[in-house]
């Protein structure tokens, strides 16, 4: 997402960059090719006019026009108005007035609500909570049955009401009895899951209205399919008149939309972005933060957000470990595979090298796959304990066994091999130089946000 965005930016603001001064004729060219950038991405065309107004207002003050380097300040002004664009600050979920806190998700149907509504789950659980899902989606088939599929995978419960074998189709009573089971079991937060329609229509607004007014939750979510574009953000205005939500959730930020939902949602209804969800694992939801939303649409990475990823794998223990198997130089291929795992547990590759500033554009055409360590892994898998701990004895024969094991050539065991010994002898390097200057730490670099 916001690929093809960030190169149209990028070709507008070099235009501008690339110049010792800046003026009214250069600026203008600029904004009018900015916003065809963003007209293109399907943003709303009233956001992008505001959008571009405001950035000429300050690009043609004083302080810019008699700069040094009128350019980068343009660049910093795009960035500032970006993150205010996407809502300023990273917004948290409501704190619960009462126990269990109540949080209600709403949405169109086929906007990836019940797989937020398990992400959720996941992510509260994960911070010590103890999640219960309600399933008041009582009118799509299987509904009910995803849900507690969803559900099972990450070991929470869900509550819903079968009456003579059949799903009691009354979402208002779901929901307000998952409250009292939640308080019955000891649950601290209940996440209900509402029906959604495939257009907005006057029975579900009733429905979810009357549900609001039933439960008084905590905090309203609203989920939108960010692939929709402008359709998205006239769901989002129509519910958040008849609900008036605290927040939106952006799901398939992975997929191939062009970014105008996210750009446009938070100037139309004035309500933050809460959450972006940006795969099918259960896992990947992550809190949305316009800064580094806007840093990454300008090219410029997300260092922020990679380094938390490494340090939901690493805790100050385990880089120390991994740190003092370098510099003792026993570092083996049991270490590798295990750091490999550690890695496709961060996300998509290609989503982490994006993070890394100026590596995006690099990559923007490439395909990687999110399997691209699997024949690594195969390889590594068809060697005995010994020989992974201890690579320098895996000669001929051993290779011709560990090429048949993992269904590869014997060429791709001795390039693997080749560049594991590649790989010690760059860390051999990189320690010596760090024992010379403390500087370079591994623990410290993955532990030190820690503290």
């Known amino acids: ?12 603001l070099r235009t501008v960059t690339g110049q010792g001064r800046i003026n009214e004729l250069n600026i ?39 700069s040094v380097q009128p350019g980068q300040q343009l660049v910093k002004i795009v960035y500032d108005e970006l993150v205010g664009l996407l809502g300023g600050e990273q917004a948290d979920l409501n704190p619960g007035k009462r ?19 398990s992400k959720l789950a996941l992510k509260l ?26 559900a099972a995978s990450v070991s929470v419960p869900v509550f819903s009401i079968v009456e003579d074998g059949t799903p009691v189709k009354d979402a208002v009573r779901v929901a307000r009895e998952s409250i009292a089971e939640a308080r019955k079991t000891g649950r601290d937060t209940v996440i209900i899951d509402t029906a959604g329609r495939l257009h907005v229509d006057e029975e579900m607004m009733a429905e979810v209205s009357e549900i609001k007014r039933v439960i008084e939750p905590d905090e309203i979510l609203f989920v939108v399919d960010s692939m929709t574009g402008q359709d998205a953000v006239n769901a989002a205005k129509a519910f958040n008149d008849e609900l008036d939500f605290d927040g939106v959730v952006l799901t398939k930020l992975d997929g191939d939309s062009r970014g105008g939902a996210a750009l446009s949602i938070r100037h ?25 939303m806007a840093q990454r649409i300008l090219g410029m990475g997300d260092v922020v957000s990679f380094v938390e990823k490494a340090q939901e794998q690493y805790d100050e223990e385990q880089a120390q470990k991994l740190e003092r198997k370098i510099r003792s130089q026993k570092f083996d291929l049991e270490d590798f595979l295990e750091q490999l795992d550690r890695i496709k547990k961060m996300g998509s590759v290609k989503d982490l090298l994006g993070m890394i500033p100026g590596v995006s554009r690099q990559i923007k055409d490439l395909e990687i796959e999110d399997d691209a360590f699997m024949h690594i892994e195969a390889m590594i898998q068809s060697m005995t304990p010994e020989e992974r701990r201890n690579p320098d004895l895996i000669n001929g024969r051993r290779r011709l066994r560990i090429a048949n094991g993992s269904g590869l050539e014997v060429s791709d065991v001795n390039q693997l091999l080749k560049q594991f010994r590649d790989m010690q002898k ?23 946000q820690r503290n």
Not at 34 to 58: C, G, M, S
Not at 99 to 116: D, M, N
């Open 1 to 12: 997402m916001f690929e093809t965005l960030s190169e149209k930016l990028d070709a507008a």
């Open 28 to 66: 203008a060219h600029t904004m009018r090719e900015i916003r065809r950038a963003l007209l293109d991405a399907d943003v709303n065309f009233q956001v992008a006019r505001d959008f571009t107004e405001r950035i000429k207002e300050q690009a043609l003050g004083e302080d810019v026009l008699t």
């Open 99 to 117: 126990v269990p806190r109540v949080i209600l998700v709403a949405g169109l149907q086929g906007s990836g609500k019940t797989t937020f509504v």
């Open 125 to 150: 659980k994960s911070e010590g909570h103890t999640p219960l899902l309600g399933a008041a989606d009582v009118y799509r088939p299987a509904a009910v049955d995803q849900l507690k599929t969803l």
């Open 268 to 292: 139309v209804v004035h309500k933050p972005i809460k959450f972006a969800s940006t795969g099918e694992k259960l896992d990947a939801l992550t809190e949305f933060y316009p800064d580094r």
């Open 426 to 448: 760059m860390m051999k390097t990189v320690m010596k130089l760090s024992g010379r200057n403390r500087s370079v730490d591994l623990g410290s670099l993955l532990g030190a």
